[in-house]
């Protein structure tokens, strides 16, 4: 029992520390695919790319959080999972293996739903936000505010490739406006960064994108292809965002 115990611990332990970090990262300006894989990159030990390790370290509170992410995760905590795990195997007492697999499921399905409640995060956010603000000497805002993103709206990044459909076309070509998203920026390659990009500014393959919109318009977005289909898909998107956006 002690043993089912201390498992469900530290991972409870370990899905609080990440969340909060992914969090913390995300109020200094990073989206949330990108800082929750820096968070459990760091926690792991598995690292990261060049590019993205570059905007942590340039980035002080970003690097404080990464910092200590890879302190705690190096002290032991997820090796303790698997040296637990076999602890568990060998566990003899009167509680049955039936018995400590359903403790299991339960306390990781329960886990599960707690890490996936909007209001656990909101208050986490509420928090993490607050002691960004108290502890450190960065400005840091709710960008998730700002920007409006409820409901579906939400900012993501999206990486280039030669077969993509934005590939090689300007931003007054694409005329994603029309589709409800907007450019917010482009890092190019080499690792420039092209804020508040104009009309004329070619997308080319290896780009990232900052775009602000809704999910389903970017999922949709992403998956266009450099063909007569994603053109046929672009004026789909059109027609539906001027609907969307027509008076009842």
Request: hydrophobic share 45%; aromatic share 6%; proline share 2%.
């Amino acid at each position: 029992m002690t043993a089912v115990i201390s498992l469900l611990l530290i991972l409870v332990l370990s899905v609080v520390i990440t969340r909060v970090s992914t969090i913390a990262l995300m109020h200094t300006g990073l989206s949330l695919e990108t800082a929750r894989f820096q968070a459990r990159s760091a926690f792991t030990g598995a690292g990261f790319t060049t590019n993205e390790s570059e905007r942590i370290v340039t980035h002080p509170v970003r690097r404080r959080i990464i910092m200590a992410l890879m302190m705690v995760g190096n002290a032991g905590l997820v090796t303790a999972v698997a040296s637990l795990m076999l602890t568990f195997i060998g566990d003899q007492t009167a509680l049955g293996t039936g018995m400590r697999i359903t403790l299991i499921v339960v306390g990781v399905t329960a886990l599960w739903s707690l890490t996936m409640s909007q209001w656990v995060e909101q208050k986490l956010s509420m928090a993490i936000e607050w002691a960004l603000r108290r502890y450190t000497q960065m400005d840091v805002q709710d960008y998730a505010a700002l920007m409006h993103i409820a409901d579906d709206y939400r900012i993501s990044e999206l990486a280039v490739s030669a077969s993509d459909w934005l590939c090689d076309k300007s931003l007054r070509d694409s005329n994603l406006r029309n589709e409800g998203l907007i450019v917010l920026g482009i890092e190019r390659p080499d690792g420039s960064y092209l804020g508040a990009p104009q009309p004329d500014t070619v997308i080319e393959a290896r780009d990232r994108l900052l775009i602000y919109g809704r999910a389903k318009n970017l999922e949709e977005l992403d998956k266009r292809r450099r063909d007569a289909q994603g053109d046929l898909e672009h004026e789909k998107a059109v027609a539906q965002h001027a609907l969307q956006q027509a008076p009842d």
